[in-house]
C-alpha cells in the first residue's frame, strides 16, 4: 500500500474498533442519531478504495501544487461568471467566462442578486448594491454591514445581512431595512430555495428558520458552534458545518445524517447544484482532502482531491459540472471534473490590490448564472 492507502486504512481500523465499542445509539423523535464514525468509516474506506481519488492524491503528494498548472486564469471551465472576494485587505472581481477580470474595488464582501443581474457588497459602515460594471445603484449606512445574502424573482427581491444590531433584512431597491434578529450569530445566513423570503441563520445555540415578515418556521437547538450554512438546491437539506461535523437538517429542522472524520477538521463545503452530494473540505495538520459525500445514502463518499497544506473555500459551476477548489499554500485554483484536474496558477498575481491579495481568497456559493 502507499502512504494515502495506509493512513486511509489507519482511520478505517480505528472507526472499526470503536464502532464496536459504542453505546446504543440515541433517538430523536423516530429517527436513530447516526454514529459519527460511520460517514467516517465510509469516507476512509472509499477514498483507500477509489482510483481516481489515488491517481489525484499520487499527482500532487510530492509537491505543493499541480504540475503544468495553467500560468494564468484564460478562462472558466465551467463557463458562467465567479465572484471573488479578498478578505485581508478588501477587494471583489469578477471573471466573466471567457477570464475577463472586473476590478468592482475595495469591498470587504460581495454576493450576486438572483440571475447575477447586481452583486451587494460591504465596505466600512457601508452596504452596496452594485452593477457587474461596479456603478453604484444604491448604498445603505450601517454599522458594520457584513455577510450579505441576496434572494428572490427578477422584479421582487430581499437583501439579508449581518451589522452590529444583529441580522437585517431589506429590499432589493434599498427601502424597508429592517431588524429581523439582534441574538443572530456572526455566520451568513441562508436563503432557502424552496420558500421564498424563508432564511436560516444561528442565533442563541440553535438554527431557525424564520420568513422576512418575522414569523418563525422552525427552531432545531444544535449542539455545535457553526461555521457555515449551506442549502440543497431543491431546499430538503440544510448542511450545519462546525470544525468537527457536519450536521445535515432536512427541510422540517431534523437531523437527517451526520457526517465526521476522524482526527480531522472540517473546513467548508457546498452542495452540488441539482443533488444531494456535498462537496467537504477535510483539513489534516500537513494536508487537505476533498470528499464527495451522498447524504441520502450512509457510507457514500469518494475522495476527488488531496494536497498538502491548507486548501480554501470550494464552489460549484452552475451546471454543477465542475468544482473549484482553492489552494492557497499553492497559488492555485484547482479545477476538479470527475477525474479531469485542471489547475491555474498565480492566483495572487491576478487578483490583487494595495499590499497584495490575503490569505483567504473566498469562493462559495458565488459561481453565478
Not at 441562508?190 to 418556521?217: C, E, K, M, N, S
Not at 459525500?293 to 473555500?313: I, N, T
Request: hydrophobic content about 45%; glycine content about 10%.
Amino acid at each position: 500500500m502507499n502512504g494515502a492507502e495506509e493512513r486511509a486504512w489507519e482511520v478505517v481500523r480505528r472507526a472499526f474498533d470503536e464502532r464496536s465499542r459504542a453505546p446504543r445509539r440515541a433517538r430523536v423523535g423516530n429517527r436513530p442519531l447516526l454514529a459519527l464514525v460511520v460517514v467516517a468509516l465510509g469516507a476512509a474506506l472509499v477514498a483507500a478504495l477509489s482510483p481516481p481519488g489515488r491517481a489525484v492524491f499520487q499527482q500532487v503528494r510530492e509537491a505543493v501544487g499541480v504540475e503544468h498548472a495553467a500560468p494564468a486564469l484564460f478562462s472558466l471551465p465551467g463557463g458562467g461568471r465567479l465572484l471573488v472576494v479578498s478578505s485581508r485587505r478588501g477587494g471583489a472581481w469578477i471573471v466573466e467566462r471567457d477570464g475577463l477580470k472586473r476590478d468592482l474595488g475595495p469591498y470587504a464582501d460581495a454576493s450576486w442578486s438572483p440571475h447575477g443581474l447586481y452583486v451587494v457588497a460591504t465596505r466600512g459602515n457601508e452596504l452596496v448594491a452594485l452593477d457587474p460594471a461596479g456603478h453604484v445603484h444604491w448604498s445603505l449606512a450601517r454599522r458594520a454591514p457584513s455577510r450579505p445574502a441576496w434572494n428572490g424573482t427578477r422584479t421582487n427581491t430581499r437583501i439579508a445581512y449581518l451589522a452590529a444590531s444583529g441580522l437585517r433584512v431589506v429590499a432589493g431597491d434599498g427601502t424597508g431595512d429592517r431588524l429581523l434578529d439582534a441574538h443572530a450569530g456572526a455566520i451568513a445566513p441562508a436563503w432557502d430555495p424552496a420558500r421564498r423570503f424563508t432564511l436560516a441563520y444561528y442565533a442563541g445555540g440553535a438554527i431557525v428558520l424564520r420568513r422576512d415578515t418575522g414569523a418563525v418556521v422552525w427552531r432545531r437547538d444544535i449542539s455545535i458552534r457553526p461555521s457555515e450554512l449551506a442549502w440543497s438546491s431543491d431546499g430538503r437539506y440544510l448542511a450545519v458545518f462546525s470544525s468537527r461535523r457536519v450536521e445535515i437538517l432536512d427541510a422540517a429542522g431534523r437531523l437527517h445524517r451526520t457526517v465526521s472524520m476522524l482526527e480531522a477538521t472540517l473546513r467548508s463545503g457546498a452542495f452540488e447544484p441539482g443533488s444531494h452530494d456535498l462537496a467537504v473540505v477535510v483539513r489534516y495538520p500537513a494536508r487537505s482532502e476533498v470528499y464527495l459525500v451522498d447524504v441520502d445514502r450512509p457510507g457514500h463518499a469518494r475522495l476527488l482531491f488531496a494536497g498538502p497544506g491548507h486548501f480554501g473555500d470550494v464552489a460549484w459551476s452552475p451546471d454543477g459540472r465542475w468544482l473549484l477548489v482553492a489552494w492557497p499554500a499553492a497559488n492555485q485554483w484547482v479545477f476538479i471534473h470527475g477525474t479531469k484536474v485542471h489547475a491555474v496558477a498565480n492566483i495572487a498575481r491576478q487578483f490583487h490590490r494595495a499590499g497584495g491579495l490575503g490569505p483567504k481568497l473566498e469562493l462559495a456559493g458565488r459561481w453565478c448564472c
